[in-house]
């Protein structure tokens, strides 16, 4: 070790480090600043970011050493005096900021690049040189667009927010509002699972399985336990009780047990002093392997595995399917008869991870009180079930909590085994475990969206109208169940809308694979099989020779209709949201008109705005909301939902503020820690503002009408004359006129706090046929998008350079945040479209980093231009539905259609490659049959 | 035992030298380190010593001196845009910096650093576990190329896309080596084994890159890649023209060497794209396909020879 003397944010410090130590450690391990994020560990997020000597470096691959004596600033010092900086202010007023995970990064980066900007550039080329600026430093969630006005805005010193920091005097829905945790975020000071300090920790390391299919013969520690600083190698068999999101696949070890199914699957687990030694002694641990037969692709895991092992024991046939869902309505061979004309092709689709970028990471320790585990997790709820199951302790002994969590789009929702592992170390050893993953093995994590492959059938007749959709799907389920039996409906069920269809039906087999296991990812199931049958209409309405505008208008369902599957069609946006990106991208001006090379493709969605029945089964209502006001006027709201950057603790202090007319200072969110907040499912399929906004909606209005009966009885006025706006509770004539404290003096008086409940139960909807509970939802959400392409026609290089957007969402209760979840969506879709994939070697995925999974950076990221289409719809709070994932799925097939309109191909491989649509064109008479309409 | 490891700050090129040639295990010099840091994550580099060299300033100049521009080993790829005589003379050498990684990486890589970057393949850059699930290829002292099926030679991809712009200019290096100095061709210091990439000795240091002023290049830098920014190179072509009319082509990610052609502008262009191809050894260790990699050579090369107004 070596002294190193550093001067961090204007103070010195003298540290002793290891030589080859990174700065990001110093900083965050020994110094205790946490506000540097570590997302990659290889220079490909930018996360990192921090200055040595004003200029910016990225600290996880800058040796400490190399900065002896010099001057480090971080994002903590950005702040003087407790007030932000103003660039940190534009992030916060232009919701630059959701889950906040790059944002000191991307912060640290930005303020470094003003200095050189061309500010008399003009306003296209400042917003060039910015995405060209902040390249290197990757966000997943804003799709880049807010930042980029943030750093505009700054940089010229103007003002077009429409939303203000200290704007909270009043709170209500539909004001645009940066998130009540915005500016902690930007501060570097909100905590992340990595960030909060435990005393006397261990560390965790795995060591992971080098085969994908095989059998454990042996397992030998003992050279790992001699090893100075470690305390514990815990192996599969004291972990024997199995786990899963769904109560139907309960497959999982959390370290395996006999046999692994994937490489890369956990086969012991290390805690030592430090990260450093646990790998070590990883390295010593020997296993012996006898090697299987691995299964890695669909086919092979469709058919009989003949002498060979399968997969998974359990299941009545001889192969790998883990799931076959299938589903009809109408009559699919008179649909076909009526159709004057068919497009059936054939679609396949790449594997894609969710890319957030916090890793996964989780403490975990025993006291008095059980278990308490501090984890990056979507679903604090399902992980307390898998916990306290796995552990084998009673519910009570289990308390979960979500700190600051840096994006999940689906790849946190499951209970994972490092959660448990921890727990069990944290046992064993009797001391708190700290672990966090590297970037691979979140890879190798994974749970992201299913490889698939389909046929998928569409036919028409020739005035226009949809006369039959048939879907034959398989997709990858990988190793283990996941939510794979959900995902195996969706891409069957949620086909059945925005469009009216009378003969629809679907057959979907989900296998297991020898690879890293698929789940939930945003946009859950459908994404693909939207993809498929947006591309089809595309090719009908060029087949029938009518705009493929026209055709969906002609073609989209009412609002307060049922589908053919008796899914309940309440609010319903779809005509809205086509006509405004239509509208918005001069779709009829220009459509038919581009040049070849160049292009314009439309596409529509349709979601739903959460699932209407529990994972596991249960009376407990969907979401519980407590309200608890006390003397101080502030109004505590307790909900064990989860913000994981979308931005759902805003929302529920809105509805609280909304119905009791005071501001948000007033309010305080405590959310998602089992113990001290009431159960609500989780951060999944869409549900939180429905569900849970619902639920503080009816936890206020019971608010409301305590107060209301508090003031009645002893004002004497009827609780109908009395108003609830602007920090007071006011009759109609104004005689009685109380400020905010006085009403809660009112209501307190001689009873103390008061303490309310309010709850969310989906209604009871659907057929009474098998499966018919898949994809019901109390309410669904839909969209248009409208992509804009250039295509390198020697290349075959695709540059979007526009996506027009339009999202019904029934409500925006606040549309800053509504923008930012659509411009993230669009943004991720992009990445499907074009670039992104888990390309894998024998089972091995090879891309398994930031360098080389290719999330579109700021400057391969298209202009989005978001839509917000309102419908109110009947039972969302305030009218609202979901924003969160549904607007992802019109995005990619409408950038297919592009290229389509562009170069004449059909491309029906995700992701869109260069070469595949190079491939096609010559192969194509493209240029005479390029002109849609 | 957690290994003890070393980092040595050099303030000079001969405490540099000294400290490496008293190495008895593994060491590394480092300049940016952007990618050394990054193999030593993955395990691909194991290097127990670390001389780091950016703390030496007489490698941080830029000066011209008679017929050449002399830039220091370590001047980082971003400051090159600050000198006037870059920008007026060696434009695309400005572009081929520019094309590398990311700007913030550009702030800590050297241009030094980027001539002698480890040759890449996707079967090779992966960590530890990775490579031996996958089962050890030739680079990591394996007996087998994964990705061609070969057992005798190592391609991974020559990545420098400084270098590729830096030899059709003809550009050298001063090397300090063996106690004296050397100036090199920068083609001559590829050795095009994949394997060890590099003829320089190891405890060679490479003072600064020397580029002839004066020849009135025009030069065309072209890059493959799926995203405009972070990524190494997939292919990268560059063609330079002189006053005299020389041609001087050079491609990269192609071999695990440069591959060059000389030439004048007269030449067929047929006949240039043959010799170029032929030369060639792409394998398929990129995210774009062997097939992809080479119909791009000819794109490019077309390209470049239309902006240099030499086809039509």
């Known amino acids: 070790m070596k002294q190193l003397s550093i001067k961090i944010n204007g103070k010195q410090f003298e540290v002793l480090v290891n030589d080859h130590e990174m700065l990001s450690t110093v900083i965050r391990e020994r110094v205790g600043l946490t506000g540097t994020k570590i997302g990659c560990e290889q220079g490909s997020c930018g996360a990192c970011t921090v200055l040595v000597n004003n200029e910016p470096v990225l600290s996880c691959i800058t040796p400490a050493l190399r900065c002896n004596n010099s001057e480090i600033t971080t994002i903590e010092a950005l702040a003087v005096d407790g007030k932000l900086h103003k660039l940190q202010e534009k992030f916060v007023e232009k919701g630059a900021v959701q889950c906040g995970f790059c944002t000191p990064g991307m912060v640290m980066t930005a303020i470094c690049l003003i200095p050189n900007l061309d500010l008399k550039a003009g306003m296209e080329a400042l917003r060039h040189q910015i995405k060209e600026g902040i390249s290197g430093n990757l966000c997943r969630c804003t799709g880049y667009k807010k930042i980029i006005d943030a750093v505009a805005e700054y940089a010229l010193e103007i003002d077009n927010s429409t939303s203000k920091i200290c704007d909270d005097s009043k709170g209500a829905v539909g004001l645009p509002r940066p998130y009540i945790e915005a500016e902690k975020k930007v501060r570097g000071a909100a905590e992340y699972a990595d960030d909060i300090y435990t005393r006397n920790a261990l560390h965790c390391k795995f060591l992971r399985s080098i085969y994908s299919h095989a059998k454990i013969e042996s397992i030998d520690t003992s050279e790992a336990l001699k090893l100075e600083g470690v305390h514990y190698v815990a192996i599969g068999k004291e972990l024997p009780i199995t786990f899963g999101v769904l109560p139907i696949s309960q497959d999982e070890n959390a370290i395996a047990v006999n046999k692994v199914r994937y490489a890369g699957e956990i086969v012991a687990a290390v805690a030592a002093d430090t990260e450093e030694i646990a790998e070590q002694a990883c390295k010593l641990i020997k296993v012996k392997y006898f090697p299987l037969k691995e299964f890695l692709e669909i086919d092979e895991s469709l058919n009989d595995v003949g002498e060979n092992e399968k997969i998974h024991e359990y299941g009545k046939f001889n192969n790998n399917i883990h799931k076959k869902a299938e589903l009809r309505f109408g009559d699919q061979q008179q649909g076909i008869k009526e159709a004057d004309v068919t497009s059936k092709m054939f679609f396949e689709f790449e594997g894609i991870n969710h890319g957030f970028t916090e890793p996964h990471a989780a403490t975990a320790f025993w006291d008095e009180n059980g278990l308490t585990i501090t984890t990056a997790t979507q679903v604090p709820h399902y992980l307390h079930r898998a916990l306290a199951k796995v552990m084998e302790v009673p519910l009570n002994r289990v308390r979960v909590i979500k700190p600051y969590l840096g994006g999940g789009f689906g790849g946190k929702s499951d209970p994972f085994p490092h959660e448990i592992i921890v727990s069990h170390l944290a046992r064993k050893t009797g001391r708190p475990i700290r672990v966090r993953l590297t970037r691979e093995e979140v890879f190798l994590t994974n749970h992201g969206r299913h490889p698939s492959k389909m046929t998928v059938e569409m036919g028409i007749s020739n005035d226009g109208e949809f006369k039959v959709l048939d879907a034959d799907v398989a997709i990858d389920g990988g190793a283990y169940g996941s939510f794979g039996v959900v995902t195996s409906y969706y891409n069957g069920v949620l086909l059945q809308a925005p469009y009216k269809l009378n003969n629809f039906g679907f057959k979907t087999y989900r296998v297991y694979t020898n690879k890293p296991q698929c789940g939930a990812m945003r946009g859950h199931g459908a994404v693909n099989s939207r993809f498929a049958v947006e591309s089809i209409i595309d090719d009908l309405a060029h087949k029938i020779k009518v705009d493929p505008c026209e055709l969906r208008l002609k073609n989209f369902l009412d609002s307060n209709t049922l589908t053919v599957g008796q899914y309940r069609i309440t609010s319903n946006g779809s005509r809205e949201a086509l006509l405004k990106v239509m509208e918005q991208s001069e779709w009829k001006k220009r459509i038919g008109k581009l040049e070849t090379g160049h292009g314009l493709g439309a596409a529509c969605g349709f979601f739903i705005s959460g699932s209407a029945l529990p994972i596991i089964w249960n009376e407990l209502p969907q979401s519980v909301v407590h309200l608890k006001l006390d003397f101080d006027g502030r109004v505590l709201v307790t909900s064990g939902s989860s913000d994981i950057g979308q931005g759902s603790d805003t929302m529920l202090a809105i509805i609280v503020s909304e119905v009791l007319g005071i501001g948000l200072d007033k309010i305080f969110v405590l959310a998602a820690d089992t113990l001290l907040t009431p159960v609500d499912f989780g951060s999944y399929s869409s549900r939180v503002t429905f569900m849970a906004g619902n639920a503080a909606k009816d936890a206020a209005e019971n608010l409301k009408n305590e107060i209301i009966e508090s003031i009645t009885k002893q004002k004497n006025i009827s609780a109908d004359e009395l108003n609830f706006s602007g920090d007071r509770v006011f009759s109609n004539d104004k005689t009685i006129d109380l400020p905010w404290i006085e009403v809660v003096d009112i209501l307190t008086a001689k009873r103390g706090a008061v303490c309310v409940s309010g709850k969310y139960i989906s209604p009871k909807l659907g057929g009474d046929f098998k499966g018919a509970g898949a994809g019901l939802s109390p309410s669904y959400t839909f969209g248009s998008c409208v992509a804009e392409v250039n295509v390198d026609t020697e290349t075959g290089f695709v540059k979007v350079i526009n996506v027009w957007g339009a999202h019904d969402c029934g409500k925006a209760l606040n549309p800053l945040a509504v923008e930012g979840q659509l411009e993230g969506s669009w943004h991720m879709g992009v990445g499907q479209a074009i670039s992104e994939q888990m390309k894998y070697y024998k089972g091995l995925l090879l891309n398994n980093n930031f360098l080389d999974y290719k999330i579109p950076t700021s400057i391969d990221t298209p202009d989005i231009h978001a839509n917000i289409i309102e419908t109110i719809d009947p039972e969302g709070p305030f009218g609202a539905k979901e924003a969160g994932e549904g607007a992802i799925h019109p995005v990619i097939p409408a950038i297919a259609n592009a290229i389509f309109n562009a170069v004449g191909v059909r491309i029906t491989k995700l992701p869109i490659t260069a070469e595949d649509i190079l491939k096609q064109m010559k192969e194509n008479k493209f240029l005479t049959e390029k002109t849609i309409v | ?312």
């Open chain 2, 1 to 312: 035992m957690v290994v003890d490891k070393t980092y040595i700050n050099a303030l000079s090129i001969e405490q540099a030298h000294s400290e490496a040639i008293k190495c008895t295990s593994g060491f590394r010099y480092i300049a940016g380190g952007t990618d050394v840091i990054v193999n030593k994550f993955q395990g691909n580099d194991n290097a127990e010593i670390l001389i780091d060299l950016t703390g030496i300033n007489e490698l941080k100049q830029v000066v011209t001196k008679e017929n050449n521009i002399e830039i220091g080993a370590l001047v980082r790829l971003d400051d090159l845009k600050n000198y006037k005589v870059i920008i007026d003379n060696f434009p695309a050498l400005l572009e081929a910096a520019n094309s590398v990684a990311s700007p913030v990486i550009r702030k800590t890589a050297t241009l030094g650093g980027n001539l002698l970057c480890e040759n890449r393949c996707i079967f090779y850059n992966q960590t530890e576990w990775w490579r031996e699930s996958a089962g050890h290829c030739l680079k990591c002292n394996g007996n087998v190329c994964i990705a061609s099926g070969g057992n005798k030679n190592c391609f991974a991809k020559f990545v420098s896309d400084t270098a590729v712009v830096l030899i059709s200019m003809n550009a050298s290096i001063e090397v300090f080596a063996d106690n004296k100095i050397s100036v090199i061709p920068i083609e001559d210091i590829y050795s095009g084994d994949g394997i060890t990439p590099l003829k320089l000795s190891k405890t060679a240091i490479v003072k600064s890159i020397h580029i002839p002023l004066n020849n009135e290049y025009k030069s065309v830098f072209k890059k493959l890649r799926q995203r405009e920014t972070l990524e190494f190179s997939s292919m990268t072509t560059a063609v330079t023209i002189n006053k005299t009319g020389k041609l001087k082509i050079v491609l990269g990610a192609v071999h695990a060497k440069p591959i060059v052609y000389n030439g004048n502008i007269t030449d067929d262009f047929n006949e240039i794209l043959n010799a170029l191809i032929s030369n060639t050894r792409i394998i398929d260790n990129d995210v774009y396909s062997r097939a992809y990699r080479k119909e791009m050579i000819t794109v490019f090369l077309q390209r470049s020879f239309k902006e240099l107004s030499l086809l039509k």
